[in-house]
């Protein structure tokens, strides 16, 4: 086994690959950049080294500074965690040719998912289910309009170097698809040097489930149930949870066959993530693969019973699945919460700024993955996420009921969190039906939304003046709620003094 590990990855997804390493016995060696020096990743590993500037392009991405770092502390791999390099072909080289092994797929498992043109032609090949379209790219507005025609609109231009929802555009008619076609093309060169565009029939309202596998370096592979990513805003997703509200066991069997079939014909190893788009009929189609561990894989491991990132550092070893498709059991419900450094009120903006006070959850079937600490300044420079809240029962109502406890336990001070938007969701009827798809969130939050003309701040102002009148003057508040004084009241003294310092 590995005596040494390089995170190259910060937040809460390091400390989770740092937590693994320790429970195998693994040194593990961080990397920070100026910002991150006292970042909580950097304080739970066994050594840490400055990499460069806050800027990603000039730290967590430079492939030269974190093989030199793994040259000098001696580390024998790499956990790329998910987003910077993780899913970098040209890395998953580099790493090759220094000998030092990459916990994850081969750079051609990679580069194949990479181009979602190549991704589907080796797909269709191997006889996946794909939404109707093409599997190269556009040649002629021509060619686009004959193809539109004979699938149907509405339509989905998409880049073939795009993914997660870049590049991408939706077309209603004919008439709008020669300048929608320029138009992504164009942006394609723009953002990823590569103007292919390729055109698919736009599924209406999909849910988007997603199927988590592993696979070994003996040719061993099983899939480990679905995720549900519906919830999501601008392709950010928000909630996650599995089993999916709408997946039977026989449905969860063809998706997780289909998925082992995905990964087969991309020679795939390690831990990876076949997602899919899911219509009103519960039809399915291949969308693509996630070559990295993903931050929603806590809920997976609540509901198996494995722990992927041990599995990925053993598969990464050599060594073989310890278990075959058979023997997993899926038991129970997860569902988790992205806690985001966004302001609700601001329409989710960033909102970064030091954490001055911080009340974390737990207690029954709470699992919480964070990179915070109280005293601790979340940076402006990279992704909002702070936190993972991830709630488990034996089913899905207690799941809910778990998360909406624990969340009611969470005080972050000094910043803005998207936790309030979380018991906004859970208590949603539609939401506790499992009635949703991938616009449901938008509806949501439009629901909200309260014309400017119909606003009545003065109710609102009077009642927090009140309040702050009770908690700055809690003796006379106390007198008007007829108190006498005596041990009563010593306790809740006690949670005035509380009230008024939080307000300080
Ligand atoms: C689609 C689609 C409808 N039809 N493709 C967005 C993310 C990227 N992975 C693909 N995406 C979509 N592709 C066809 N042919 C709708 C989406 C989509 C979406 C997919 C998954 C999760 C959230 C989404 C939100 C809007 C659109």
């Given at each position: 086994?590995?005596?040494?590990?390089?995170?190259?990855?910060?937040?809460?997804?390091?400390?989770?690959?740092?937590?693994?390493?320790?429970?195998?016995?693994?040194?593990?060696?961080?990397?920070?950049?100026?910002?991150?020096?006292?970042?909580?990743?950097?304080?739970?590993?066994?050594?840490?080294?400055h990499i460069g500037p806050a800027e990603a392009s000039e730290s967590y991405l430079r492939v030269d500074k974190i093989l030199d770092v793994a040259k000098r502390s001696g580390a024998e791999a790499i956990h790329p965690g998910y987003g910077f390099l993780?899913?970098?072909?040209?890395?998953?080289?580099?790493?090759?040719?220094?000998?030092?092994?990459?916990?994850?797929?081969?750079?051609?498992?990679?580069?194949?998912?990479?181009?979602?043109?190549?991704?589907?032609?080796?797909?269709?090949?191997?006889?996946?289910?794909?939404?109707?379209?093409?599997?190269?790219?556009?040649?002629s507005p021509e060619q686009a309009e004959r193809v539109a025609g004979r699938i149907g609109y509405p339509v989905m231009l998409k880049a073939a170097a795009g993914g997660g929802g870049k590049g991408m555009r939706l077309v209603h008619s004919c008439d709008e698809l020669r300048s929608a076609l320029e138009a992504t093309e164009s942006e394609a060169q723009r953002s990823?040097?590569?103007?292919?565009?390729?055109?698919e029939k736009a599924i209406v309202n999909p849910r988007h489930i997603e199927i988590q596998i592993l696979a070994d370096e003996h040719g061993n592979m099983v899939w480990l149930g679905e995720r549900e990513c519906s919830v999501q805003r601008r392709h950010q997703k928000v909630l996650e949870e599995s089993p999916s509200p709408i997946v039977d066991a026989d449905m969860r069997r063809r998706m997780g066959e289909v998925a082992v079939r995905v990964a087969q014909a991309?020679?795939?190893?390690?831990?990876?993530?076949?997602?899919?788009?899911?219509?009103?009929?519960?039809?399915?189609?291949?969308?693509?693969?996630?070559?990295?561990?993903?931050?929603?894989?806590?809920?997976?491991?609540?509901?198996?019973?494995?722990?992927?990132?041990?599995?990925?550092?053993?598969?990464a070893n050599g060594e073989r699945l310890p278990f075959t498709q058979d023997e997993l059991n899926i038991r129970g419900h997860a569902i988790e919460c992205r806690i985001y450094a966004e302001d609700p009120d601001n329409n989710y903006f960033p909102s970064p700024g030091k954490i001055t006070l911080l009340l974390s959850p737990s207690g029954p079937g709470i699992r919480r993955d964070s990179g915070m600490y109280e005293g601790w300044t979340v940076p402006i420079d990279y992704d909002p996420l702070l936190a993972k809240l991830i709630g488990y029962g034996t089913d899905r109502q207690q799941a809910i009921m778990r998360l909406q406890r624990a969340l009611h336990e969470y005080f972050v001070a000094g910043i803005k969190t998207n936790i309030s938007l979380f018991q906004r969701i859970l208590q949603?009827?539609?939401?506790?039906?499992?009635?949703?798809?991938?616009?449901?969130?938008?509806?949501?939050?439009?629901?909200?939304?309260?014309?400017?003309?119909?606003?009545a701040?003065?109710?609102?102002?009077?009642?927090?003046?009140?309040?702050?009148?009770?908690?700055?003057?809690?003796?006379?508040?106390?007198?008007?709620?007829?108190?006498?004084?005596?041990?009563?009241?010593?306790?809740?003294?006690?949670?005035?003094?509380?009230?008024?310092?939080?307000l300080r």
């Open positions: 086994m590995f005596k040494k590990i390089l995170i190259a990855n910060r937040g809460e997804i390091a400390v989770r690959v740092i937590r693994a390493c320790r429970e195998m016995d693994i040194a593990t060696v961080a990397i920070y950049s100026d910002v991150d020096r006292a970042a909580l990743h950097v304080r739970k590993a066994d050594e840490a080294y993780s899913e970098n072909a040209i890395f998953a080289q580099a790493c090759a040719d220094a000998g030092v092994k990459f916990i994850g797929p081969t750079p051609a498992s990679m580069e194949m998912m990479g181009s979602k043109t190549r991704a589907r032609q080796e797909m269709e090949e191997a006889g996946v289910p794909l939404v109707p379209g093409t599997s190269r790219g556009l040649e990823f040097g590569d103007s292919e565009v390729y055109v991309a020679h795939y190893t390690n831990a990876g993530t076949v997602e899919f788009l899911v219509d009103q009929q519960k039809n399915f189609y291949f969308l693509e693969m996630n070559t990295r561990l993903q931050v929603e894989h806590p809920v997976t491991e609540l509901i198996t019973g494995l722990d992927l990132v041990h599995l990925q550092i053993r598969i949603d009827t539609d939401f506790q039906a499992g009635r949703f798809d991938t616009g449901y969130l938008d509806r949501l939050l439009a629901k909200d939304k309260v014309p400017a003309s119909e606003h701040p003065g109710a609102a102002i009077a009642a927090i003046a009140a309040g702050l009148f009770a908690a700055l003057d809690p003796v006379s508040a106390s007198r008007k709620n007829g108190s006498t004084g005596g041990t009563a009241s010593a306790a809740s003294n006690w949670k005035q003094k509380g009230r008024s310092e939080a």
